[in-house]
């Protein structure tokens, strides 16, 4: 008796161990939704709140305007705006936090969730009402995940000259305060010295085939589906696209830095309302191009090249229209 009195306080204690667990996991999905649904005080920011259910194509009346959310595409001159940002956040009443930085710049669905619960924590946190954000990260469609879509933001610049800034980047710095997840293989060293080596050597890390995966600008602004990242995929370049009208009121262009810097203050000036001084950002130590090299790389990024073309033609109609109103 005493050996199945025991078995059956054994299976008690189990039951109630379970039970504890399962209201410990509620618990933390309660407190979490409540951090991610509560606003501040003043008619705050919240945490991208919820909309009435999940839907992918929420018009912009949907967006929540009290968050700026800069999904940098690398090597684009992001940081300069990143350091506008964190300048003019004090000046201009809003608070900026740079997100946890990853090798990966596509995530999985549960990953997406993460991102949204670490914003969460921020703005939980946050005595301002206004925030921005930054990462290097893909286009992420808030909506599905059943919140509100932040106001995006993003600067380009010319694919070839992209391409040739990361080259040199490679080999002076490496990623600096990137987190490596689990089962990630970091790239093996470089193997050339120069861009017009790795070129004629037809090395992979400058070689761009159709169909294959890469890490360009139009994943930024198309998702985390794996044909945004197919080099020449026309539905990828019209996702992008379409995503660019919706929810980016402006995307920068390197090249056109004064223009960028202009509209960003005429579209944006909740954020870069202060006046802005002429830049220019280039790296001088790093060798330019060659003509012969520039046409080997363009003839492959054809897309992307689409996509440069197109997001240039629109800040210059941005900038026209700015300055046929006075500005």
Known sequence: MSGSGSHIRLRVTC?????????YVGLTQWVLGHALLREHAGGGAGVLPLVGGPHPD?????????????????????????????????ENAFRHIRLRNSVRRFLSRD?????AAEMGEKIFESAQSRLSFDRHLYFTNFSTLGLKM?????????PVEKAASRFYYARVTPRPGAVTPSGYHLPPPPRHA?????????????TFVSGRLYDLSIPYFCGHEDYCRELNNMAALNTAKTHVERWYPVVGVLEDL??????????????????????????RHRPSVSQDIDLALRKNLTTEYE???????????????LKGRGG
């Open 111 to 115: 990953e997406q969730l993460d991102l």
């Open 258 to 283: 004064n223009a960028t810097l202009a509209v960003l203050q005429d579209r944006l000036d909740m954020y870069y309302n202060q006046l802005l001084a002429p830049h220019h950002n280039r790296n």
């Open 15 to 23: 039951v109630f161990l379970s039970l504890a667990l399962l209201a």
């Open 194 to 206: 120069t861009l017009e080596e790795c070129v004629a050597a037809h090395d992979p890390e400058c």
């Open 150 to 158: 932040p106001v995006y933001l993003n600067l380009i610049r010319d």
């Open 58 to 90: 929420d018009p912009p009346s949907h967006v929540n305007d009290r968050m700026l959310f800069f999904n940098r595409v690398p090597k684009s001159g992001s940081e300069m705006l990143v350091l506008l940002l964190q300048w003019l956040q004090g």
């Open 307 to 321: 996509f440069y073309d197109y997001i240039r033609q629109r800040l210059t109609l941005q900038y026209r229209d």
